[in-house]
């Protein structure tokens, strides 16, 4: 992951900061904005995918009532399902 530092982010993410947290390896995310940050040192990264990873065997359609958290991300969005994101990709869910 490349280090991108979100800039000019005077807010404290955390329990109850109002935000959608959302686990991803060993880290959480806090979705704001549109995008994704996550704590690093004094500041947050932007915590983007790198790469095109389907999500095999995802029998789920995501949408409206689903059951799953959705979250707003730059021009699509965001369900996050058991521990890490899916966004829908030409026909198929792909990992973020």
Aim: aromatic share 4%.
């Amino acid at each position: 992951m490349a280090h991108l530092e979100h800039t000019g982010h005077d807010h404290r993410h955390g329990e109850g900061c109002g935000h959608t947290a959302v686990q991803h390896g060993d880290h959480v995310e806090y979705a704001h904005d549109g995008h994704l940050h996550r704590a690093h040192g004094e500041h947050y990264d932007e915590c983007e995918p790198s790469g095109h990873v389907i999500c095999e065997g995802h029998d789920h359609q995501h949408g409206e009532g689903c059951g799953h958290p959705a979250v707003r991300h730059g021009d699509h969005v965001d369900y996050v399902h058991d521990g890490h994101r899916h966004a829908l990709h030409q026909g198929h869910y792909d990992d973020h």
